[in-house]
């Protein structure tokens, strides 16, 4: 509603043929209005942003912990099978 009074008040001061008032609050009218739009703008970008990033981290961090586990238990597997060879070369 603000903006409508703004554009009320701007239309009373062009019919009270005060042009420089007119001019002045339409400026503060596009200006506020510009700023909304700009900052609703970042806002969503910033969003998108962050959840672009929470989703690249967190496949990256999942590929990552998943090829760790598949490394150590190849790893304990080889050890296990020393072992085991180990022991029957023993008996």
């Known amino acids: 509603m603000a903006d409508r009074n703004k554009f ?3 239309l009373e001061r062009l019919i009270a043929e005060d042009k420089a008032g007119a001019e002045e609050l339409f400026h503060e009218i596009v200006v506020e209005k510009s700023r909304d739009i ?3 703008i970042l806002e ?3 969003e ?3 959840d672009e990033e929470v989703d690249e981290t967190t496949d990256e961090e999942v590929d990552e912990t998943i090829s ?3 490394e150590n238990e190849k790893n304990n597997i080889e050890a296990n099978n020393q072992i085991l060879e180990s022991e029957l070369l023993l008996k």
Request: charged share 35%.
């Open 8 to 10: 009320e008040e701007m």
């Open 38 to 40: 700009y900052e609703n």
């Open 44 to 46: 969503n970008d910033l």
């Open 48 to 50: 998108e942003v962050a």
């Open 68 to 70: 760790s586990i598949a």
